[in-house]
């Protein structure tokens, strides 16, 4: 019955309040009547002085009616006769025999009468049950007053709690993106709905990153069988050809050799690019994480010229194109890692190499606090809806995902993850001439 949070509120508040009035009331009572009685006790004897004063110009019989008061009687008696006063209910021969009055005597000191003042006995007992008789049926009153208003009150201040609730069921049911209206954020139950909201953000937040990393795991798990499934055929295929020609028999022992150095050369090949592949795929998985930076580059100060002439002089070795470098930077010391700095540059310089035609050039010069290195080949270039998109992983030019050019589709986005973990930039920008020629910058910010 008592469960809900409106039921307990109203519940504790008429408690505490019919307490409240019954421990006033008792306290009243208290206070008031040792007062009561000694005003008794001063009123009687200042009705008996009176007397004093009145007794030798008054007779008996008009006495008790000059002394009288309201609430008290008063009795003169002389000679045996009793001279009440007009609004005397009393009885004095019964006053002794019984608790409920209040009496004192006095000889009149001239005329020898006898005064006696008499008044109910209020005691604190009295004055109680008397407060009581008036205070309950007014404090039930006042607790139906308050149990109604408490009703109203109550609704309209638990109103934001049953937002909550409706919010919560809402969302429940999937409707995301609704948030509580706060009106004055610094009370409590406001405060409570700001907390309530920053709680469904961080909710929402954390399901979202959720949902992209199904989808990524997804999408590698696919990436992963569609990289694979050529190298791995191409060796398959190559090592049944070979059982095969073997079983056969047919082939000299000279020509089964030459068979047999051809395959394990496709084995080797294909075997290195797969594994190229799974390398590739690793550290794509890694650039995933937010924490790159601190887990994948450790950086120190390095000169990147001296980098960039190393990567350079090995790439130029083992390309069948000429390779040109103008340093017009020269010295250029930065924050960063050697050796992921070394796999930008080879990246840029791999891919330019799969697609120029005779010349891949380089420049490096310097824009402010930041130094920049271009890269531009003579080949066909990148169109200029697709500069943004192949930064992406396993996105190729060729639609037909042609293996004749190498790669793995991941050199550009692996790059680009790199330079900006670095503090950096990759870009592809507007081809060298009309006709053709990619051109990529990498930018780097120059240590002070």
């Not at 069921?169 to 009106?183: A, P």
């Not at 795991?217 to 295929?237: F, N, Y």
């Not at 310089?349 to 606090?369: E, F």
């Not at 996105?395 to 790059?415: E, P």
Request: hydrophobic share 45%; net charge neutral; proline share 3%.
């Amino acid at each position: 019955m008592f469960r809900s949070l409106r039921s307990r509120v109203a519940l504790t508040a008429v408690i505490s309040v019919a307490v409240t009035s019954l421990l006033v009331t008792l306290s009243i009572a208290l206070a008031l009547g040792p007062v009561s009685e000694h005003n008794q006790e001063l009123k009687a004897r200042i009705i008996l002085d009176r007397a004093i004063a009145l007794e030798s110009k008054v007779s008996p019989a008009r006495l008790a009616d000059r002394l009288s008061e309201p609430g008290f009687s008063v009795v003169v008696t002389q000679d045996g006769n009793d001279y009440p006063s007009s609004n005397s209910t009393v009885a004095v021969k019964t006053i002794d025999k019984d608790n409920n009055y209040y009496s004192v005597s006095e000889v009149l000191p001239k005329t020898g009468a006898t005064v006696t003042v008499a008044t109910l006995n209020l005691s604190t007992f009295d004055i109680y049950g008397q407060i009581l008789a008036i205070g309950v049926p007014t404090i039930i009153v006042a607790l139906i007053v308050l149990v109604l208003a408490l009703r109203a009150v109550t609704g309209v201040a638990l109103r934001p709690l049953n937002d909550m609730t409706s919010l919560a069921m809402k969302i429940t049911d999937g409707e995301l993106g609704q948030r509580l209206e706060v009106e004055d954020p610094n009370t409590e139950l406001g405060k409570t709905a700001v907390a309530f909201d920053k709680m469904l953000d961080a909710l929402e937040s954390s399901l979202h990153r959720a949902r992209l990393a199904e989808e990524r795991l997804r999408q590698l798990c696919a990436d992963v069988a569609h990289e694979l499934r050529s190298p791995v055929s191409s060796m398959v295929a190559a090592a049944d050809n070979l059982m095969r020609e073997v079983s056969l028999g047919k082939r000299t022992a000279a020509a089964t050799r030459t068979l047999a150095e051809e395959t394990a050369m496709a084995v080797v090949r294909d075997g290195r690019r797969a594994g190229r592949i799974v390398g590739d795929l690793t550290l794509a998985a890694q650039l995933d994480v937010a924490e790159l930076a601190e887990r994948e580059v450790v950086k120190q100060r390095v000169d990147v010229s001296r980098i960039l002439q190393g990567v350079v002089d090995s790439f130029a070795i083992g390309s069948d194109y000429a390779v040109t470098l103008e340093d017009k930077a020269g010295e250029t010391w930065v924050q960063a890692d050697p050796e992921r700095i070394q796999q930008i540059l080879t990246n840029l310089l791999s891919n330019a190499n799969r697609w120029t035609d005779q010349t891949i050039a380089i420049q490096t010069s310097r824009s402010g606090k930041s130094w920049l290195v271009t890269v531009t080949d003579d080949g066909p270039g990148v169109p200029a809806e697709y500069r943004e998109s192949i930064f992406g992983r396993f996105v190729r030019l060729d639609t037909a995902r042609d293996r004749s050019r190498g790669g793995s589709g991941l050199g550009l986005a692996i790059s680009r993850a790199l330079a900006e973990a670095h503090g950096g930039k990759l870009a592809c920008l507007e081809n060298a001439t009309p006709s053709g020629g990619a051109v990529f910058r990498l930018t780097l910010p120059v240590a002070a």
